[in-house]
């Protein structure tokens, strides 16, 4: 009786530690609270950010000049796709954005429109966080025809019947 009770808790017992052990290493991924305040990205006051994430300073940049403003901002954190989703549809659209498109599935990507400028949001999960894209620029304006070069034949008025 001894021996099977022995063998009984020697099968177990290792099942037991490995779903325990299991349950242990899986990632957490937790949704950004409702009533955490968002961060705002520098130099682009009007798109929110939500707390909990941390900016990656070396695959953000700024690219300014006299007639525009550019930037793509990288963080990290942790969060649900959907939930980031519905954190960018709800506060860019409080700031004065527009969405123009979405999709969403394992990845997240959303573009937003405000005045002359778009912004262009990517959410995507990795092992154990969650990666945030923000690219942020001025709209570019209409294009006029190419500027003639010396030598080339110009268009020809359109004919009337």
Do not use: H
């Amino acid at each position: 009786m001894r021996r099977s009770q022995f063998l009984s808790f020697g099968l177990w017992m290792p099942i037991g530690l490995f779903i325990l052990g299991g349950c242990a290493t899986a990632p957490v991924v937790e949704e950004p609270p409702a009533t955490a305040a968002p961060l705002t990205i520098p130099d682009f006051e009007d798109v929110p950010v939500p707390a909990g994430f941390t900016k990656n300073s070396n695959e953000s940049v700024v690219v300014e000049t006299p007639t525009f403003r550019i930037g793509l901002l990288v963080y990290e954190g942790k969060a649900e796709t959907g939930a980031l989703a519905e954190f960018f549809k709800a506060n860019l659209r409080v700031k004065g954005w527009q969405m123009l498109s979405s999709f969403l599935g394992k990845e997240a990507q959303m573009v937003f429109v405000k005045g002359d400028r778009s912004c262009l949001i990517t959410v995507s999960q990795k092992a154990a966080s969650t990666r945030l894209e923000v690219r942020v620029g001025t709209s570019l304006p209409a294009t006029s025809p190419p500027p003639q070069t010396p030598g080339s034949p110009s268009p020809s008025p359109p004919t009337q019947q």
